[in-house]
């Protein structure tokens, strides 16, 4: 994702150096935009709640030209073209995504929710988008070995906060995006976090010395793979990024991703680019006190003369703890509207769009949700303590009758508690704690339940009978 919010400058030089539609338009209000965010949705193209009319668009994913087809929500996305600022709507000249790690998984570990591809640890959360061919569509679904695709964040750590996980095409070369460290100029190797690159038959490409150099951020492709000594062996050694003092002041950026650094409200960085705010920034979704380090933001405003983003608004993104899967009892696309399990979940120009159906319409929205479909929401309530909840994911799924909730436990009388408004009797329900997904009894669980997020599985409507019952360890996903 550094690499993407870092490309948005090479994109605004290009337009701020008369590259045609990307100059401002004052007749119709538009204006030039660079976005780098999830995309959310189809339809055209939803990225950081815009809209995008991709109809004349050049479309790139890894560095080929391909139709819309072969994009899928949840990947990565740079978005450059023009953002009409009376309706908000885009159209966009250019699409790339670009995987953060393309190659075999080596190892998964389930309770920390995380696997290693090509020495990269990528982390999964509530917000992981799985290709409809990983079933189930968690780390269940993935074996060591399988060749995967991963899109997402990157944090202060280098660990990739996975946005989607696919599973790489027939013949689809391996891939990695980092920063370069451990340079060793005998050897012709560097490293990006666990994994060694040799580039000694590489095509080196973008660097001013011809050579890489400690800190550059590069994407590297190749075939071979030594996985005992985690070496990749590279045949094409890319520079991924153009610095932000080669932009001109006043391009206007949209950035979504993690605070990589964080010194104050007024000094920061946003997947590796400086960020700065003022008396006038906006604070949606939260307030000024919430920024801190690995927060998801989505922040946007203009580039200053020393090439720092100076926010307008800032959208604190909120922790998806709520779940529930079950089936939809009433809709109401016109209203952004639908109720599951008796809660009402609203939708929104953010809110991740996903058909795991048989039908699998890739241009879904909730237009083609219909009441007795099966859905799986990720979300937060919204307003706090109102028991609604404000989507930032809807999946439809195959058709079940296994209803599945997750969130902030609330005590009523044992065995019965709830999740919101859910009812759930653990009559006869199976318990676990935390640690590797260990049984405890009812009372157990009742005495450490207060103040944690659980997860349950069961049946029913108005009330769920629950199977099982688990106290969740991912409580901040």
Do not use: W
């Not at 005992?228 to 050694?237: E, F, K, N, Q, Y």
């Not at 949700?369 to 109102?386: C, I, K, L, Q, T």
């Not at 296994?402 to 653990?426: C, H, S, W």
């Amino acid at each position: 994702m550094k690499t993407a919010i870092l490309a948005l400058v090479s994109l605004l030089t290009l337009g701020a150096c008369g590259g045609g539609s990307m100059s401002s338009n004052s007749a119709n209000n538009s204006v030039a935009v660079a976005s780098a965010g999830v995309i959310t949705a189809f339809g055209s193209v939803y990225v950081n709640g815009v809209r995008y009319d991709v109809s004349a668009a050049r479309l790139q994913k890894n560095g080929a030209s391909v139709m819309q087809s072969a994009l899928a929500v949840g990947e990565l996305a740079v978005v450059k073209g023009q953002q009409d600022q009376a309706t908000g709507q885009g159209h966009a000249e250019s699409v790339d995504v670009e995987d953060n790690v393309v190659g075999p998984v080596a190892s998964i570990d389930q309770t920390a929710n995380s696997l290693v591809v090509l020495g990269q640890t990528v982390l999964v959360t509530a917000n992981t988008s799985f290709a409809t061919k990983i079933t189930p569509a968690t780390l269940a679904g993935l074996s060591i070995g399988n060749i995967v695709e991963v899109s997402g964040l990157v944090d202060a750590t280098g660990s990739i906060t996975a946005t989607r996980i696919g599973l790489a095409g027939t013949g689809e070369g391996l891939q990695v995006l980092g920063t370069v460290a451990g340079l060793n100029a005998t050897s012709h190797t560097f490293m990006i976090n666990g994994l060694t690159v040799g580039m000694t038959a590489a095509t080196l490409s973008g660097f001013a010395s011809g050579q890489p150099a400690n800190g550059d951020l590069v994407e590297v492709q190749g075939t071979v793979f030594d996985a005992t000594s985690m070496t990749l062996t590279a045949t094409t050694v890319r520079l991924a990024t153009s610095e932000r003092s080669e932009a001109t002041a006043g391009g206007r950026v949209e950035e979504e991703g993690l605070v990589t650094r964080f010194a104050s409200a007024t000094d920061f960085d946003v997947n590796g680019a400086p960020v700065t705010t003022s008396a006038t920034t906006v604070y949606k979704g939260g307030v000024v006190g919430d920024l801190a380090l690995n927060v998801r933001v989505e922040v946007a405003g203009t580039l200053n003369a020393s090439n720092v983003l100076v926010a307008d608004t800032v959208q604190i993104n909120h922790v998806a703890v709520i779940g529930i899967e079950s089936t939809v009892s009433a809709v109401d696309a016109t209203a952004g509207t639908l109720t599951v399990q008796g809660v009402a979940i609203t939708v929104d120009a953010n809110t991740r769009f996903e058909d795991r159906s048989s039908a699998q319409v890739q241009l879904f929205t909730l237009k083609d949700v219909n009441v007795g479909d099966s859905v799986e929401v990720r979300g937060y309530e919204h307003p706090a303590g109102s028991g609604m909840v404000l989507a930032k994911r809807l999946e439809r799924v195959p058709a079940t009758t296994v209803v599945e909730v997750r969130g902030p436990f609330k005590a009523t009388t044992a065995p019965q508690f709830k999740i919101l408004g859910i009812v759930i009797d653990t009559t006869g329900a199976t318990f676990g704690g935390v640690e590797n997904h260990q049984t405890m009894t009812s009372a157990e669980f009742f005495a450490q339940a207060p103040g944690k997020i659980v997860d349950v599985s069961g049946t029913g409507t108005t009330t769920v009978t629950a199977a099982t019952v688990r106290i969740d360890s991912e409580a901040d996903r």
